[in-house]
């Protein structure tokens, strides 16, 4: 379909291209025969100018002729001034001569007559060849910068033309390769589709015969060893429990507590409108401080002081309604057994309100029939008693609803299933007509306070009272107003919930077998609770994948795990080596430093004088060994020199005798704490290196997945970018394809509205016809 489409749409294009084709050849033909007319006309002007030049010339020349005779007409003139006095002078002698000069005279004139005639002319001539030039002029130049705007504008034409050509073909070009491209991809999903659905028909083969294998070895199994089928009969269906759906029981127990604040709200306002009407009764029109009341009224104040026996027990069926719905039950129309019990309260309080419905009307007949009574006060008190009558029916209209809903639980032959809905809906209606009646008794009644308090006998005690009766009729509107709308925004989950029930029947047969159902639900539920057991705790899933994260990203991997212990192995079997060495030579250098003590005990025993000297040379050995720091501290202390036949012993006093002993024990502290202190530093070096090396391999670790995440997002980019483009082709087309079936939906239309207007001529034409005729017959 999508190839045939833009197919068509490529045949459109096509000859929308051949039509922009011969309109660009047509183009060019005119722009070339416009370049020639501008080419011919340069030519024609080129020629003027040299025309006009040539004039020019002559004109210059005249006009040097011109001044040439003007000269010689002054030099003529002023000969002739000079010669005629000579003439008068010279009168007489010479006629001759004057007839000779005037002669002369008159041929100078008449030459000069003919050159001034003929410099006129030339004038004229010149004058009107130079106007006439200036108006070639003008109109050619004026046509050559209409044909020089012209061409332009051709030359615009041209180049957006051609630009749009190259455009169309660039566009053609793309949707060819598009096209091209999505013809690939369509052959190859269509490949891809046949060897699916080859595969699927093989797979549908291979599950029909298994399907059907097993289908067979369950019906053996059900046939040999199932008793009976539970679900065949409705009488047993009806006992098997449905399942449990605790959204539907949140969502019943959250209407019902709202259904239960609505109707207190109501027993609220009744048990003050009907308090509140007492009281009222006992004031007006006759106060019963002052004067006794009427029988009648006495028997409805005391009707009506026996308000709340009735109207409480609304609130409680509601409220034992509302605790029977819990979470483990199953809330249908069949379950509500409690709904009975509200249905009964209701009725009650009907048989209330029509016990006190003649009370109440013949009370208001007795206000009307007062001498204290208007005529506006009676309209109000007659509006009054039609509408307590009109709530009454309302009220007994509601109660027959709520007795049909309430039977499905107590006699299941009393309402049909498929009536659930429209008793439902009833309910909504009797509802919204209740708050309706409300509106009403509260403006009437609101018309009515007002009339009583402008009258002169209105006392404090009955504008309180009406005050309390008129705010207690707005509560019961606001209530009746809030019942109505929370039913009816209500009402589709009521009627969808209808159909929750057991599985593969129509609902529950009885309520015999619904509380049946309800006891198999609580055993069932307590088989499962004793079969529960505690879950050992497991790692959350986000602490769990964190810590997979940090698998494969830190140093506690299982390789660096165990080249760290082969490495710590290796050290420790080194240590202990050197452990052993330096034990070995602390050995050797105690039974060294034994056999020296014992030699210089053996020494001193022998000889005083020896010993000394054994001494000495001992100590010389020693300080000598010891370093230059002992013995620069003996050179500071003062000498003691003894002598003796070995030599000369230079010692310190006996209080100041080094002890050989405690400077070994120095020494060998000494080296013992700079061993412990290298060994130290080269853990520290060690166990930073490896840490180092760890972190290493983590980061090295983490550059690889991040490179990884890189390139899947890349690729994703990619794809991402990919399907916008073709979304944005696609788009295009139907927004092509919608403009074009626009277009000739359009034309359609306009070519409809032609032939109405043609067939609406031909009956106007046809009408005047037959009146025509019908004139002419009637003349005939």
């Not at 332009?152 to 390769?177: P, S």
């Not at 019990?341 to 419905?357: G, P, Q, V």
């Not at 277009?743 to 005047?768: A, G």
Request: glycine share 2%; hydrophobic share 35%.
């Amino acid at each position: 379909m999508a190839s045939a489409e833009l197919q068509g749409k490529y045949q459109k294009l096509a000859q929308e291209y051949s039509k922009l084709r011969a309109q660009n050849q047509v183009l060019k033909k005119g722009v070339v025969d416009e370049q020639a007319n501008s080419a011919a006309l340069k030519e024609q002007l080129k020629m003027k100018d040299q025309s006009l030049r040539k004039l020019q010339q002559e004109m210059d020349s005249l006009t040097f002729r011109n001044l040439q005779l003007a000269k010689r007409v002054e030099l003529l003139q002023d000969e002739l001034a000079l010669s005629e006095p000579r003439g008068k002078k010279n009168k007489k002698s010479g006629e001759s001569s004057s007839q000779l000069s005037q002669e002369q005279k008159t041929v100078f004139d008449e030459d000069l007559q003919k050159k001034i005639e003929e410099n006129e002319r030339l004038h004229i001539q010149f004058f009107e060849a130079d106007e006439q030039h200036k108006h070639v002029e003008a109109e050619l130049r004026s046509r050559l910068a209409t044909l020089e705007t012209e061409a332009a504008q051709h030359q615009a034409v041209v180049d957006g033309l051609t630009r749009k050509y190259m455009e169309t073909i660039e566009k053609l070009q793309n949707d060819k390769a598009k096209l091209e491209v999505k013809s690939q991809t369509l052959e190859k999903e269509a490949k891809e589709c046949r060897l699916r659905t080859e595969e699927c028909q093989l797979q549908l083969k291979n599950l029909h015969e298994d399907l059907s294998g097993r289908l067979e070895e369950s019906l053996s199994i059900i046939n040999e060893k199932v008793p009976f089928n539970d679900t065949k009969y409705s009488q047993y269906n009806a006992l098997n429990v449905p399942l449990h759906n605790r959204r539907h029981q949140l969502k019943m127990r959250d209407i019902a507590g709202q259904a239960l604040a609505f109707v207190q709200d109501l027993v609220t306002a009744l048990l003050n409108f009907h308090t509140y009407t007492e009281q009222r009764i006992q004031i007006f029109p006759v106060d019963s401080a002052i004067d006794t009341i009427s029988p009648l009224n006495q028997k409805f104040s005391q009707y009506l002081h026996e308000n709340a026996s009735y109207v409480r027990p609304l609130e409680e069926g509601m409220l034992h309604l509302f605790e029977s719905i819990t979470e483990d039950t199953v809330t249908v129309l069949e379950t509500t057994v409690k709904l009975k019990t509200f249905s009964e309260h209701l009725t009650s309080y009907i048989c209330f309100l029509r016990k006190i419905l003649p009370y109440q009307l013949k009370s208001l007949e007795e206000e009307c029939e007062s001498s204290l009574c208007t005529s506006a006060l009676r309209a109000r008190n007659l509006e009054l008693s039609q509408d307590m009558k009109k709530m009454t029916a309302v009220f007994e209209k509601l109660q027959t609803y709520i007795a049909l809903l309430a039977l499905p639980s107590t006699e299941p032959d009393g309402l049909l299933r498929t009536n659930y809905s429209s008793v439902l809906t009833n309910v909504g209606a009797a509802l919204h007509g209740f708050h309706d009646i409300m509106k009403d008794i509260s403006k009437h009644y609101s018309q009515k306070a007002t009339i009583e308090h402008e009258l002169p006998t209105a006392t404090q005690k009955l504008i309180t009272t009406n005050d309390c009766i008129l705010s207690s009729v707005v509560a019961l509107t606001n209530g009746a107003g809030k019942i109505a709308s929370f039913f009816s925004n209500n009402l589709d989950y009521f009627i969808a919930s209808l159909s929750y029930g057991p599985k593969a029947a129509s609902g529950f047969i009885s309520p015999l077998s619904a509380e049946c159902m309800l006891q198999y639900k609580k055993k069932a539920a307590a088989y499962m609770k004793s079969l529960r057991k505690p879950l050992l705790e497991s790692v959350p899933y986000e602490e769990a994948l964190a810590n997979r994260r940090i698998l494969l990203s830190s140093t506690e991997s299982r390789e660096g795990l165990a080249q760290q212990v082969q490495q710590s192995l290796e050290k420790i079997s080194k240590l202990e080596q050197e452990k052993e060495h330096w034990m070995l030579e602390a050995q050797l250098a105690k039974i060294k430093l034994e056999k020296e003590n014992q030699r210089i005990a053996d020494k001193l025993k022998n000889t005083s004088s020896g010993q000394l000297v054994g001494l000495a040379q001992e100590n010389a050995a020693v300080s000598n060994a010891a370093g230059q720091d002992e013995a620069t501290a003996k050179a500071v202390s003062e000498p003691i020199q003894s002598t003796s036949l070995i030599g000369t012993l230079t010692r310190t006093s006996d209080s100041e005798i080094p002890d050989v002993e405690s400077r070994e024990d120095l020494i060998k502290n000494h080296y013992m704490a700079r061993i412990v202190e290298l060994t130290s530093q080269l853990q520290l070096a060690d166990s930073k290196s490896v840490h180092f090396y760890a972190e290493c391999r983590a980061l090295s670790k983490r550059l690889a997945l991040a490179e990884k995440s890189k390139e899947a997002l890349t690729e994703e980019m990619k794809l991402a970018s990919q399907n916008i483009s073709r979304l944005q082709d696609e788009l295009t087309t139907t927004k092509r394809s919608y403009e074009d079936q626009l277009s000739m939906m359009s034309d359609h239309l306009c070519s409809m509205n032609e032939t109405l207007s043609k067939q609406r001529e031909e009956i106007d034409t046809l009408k005047m016809s037959s009146k025509g005729n019908s004139k002419k017959n009637k003349s005939r």
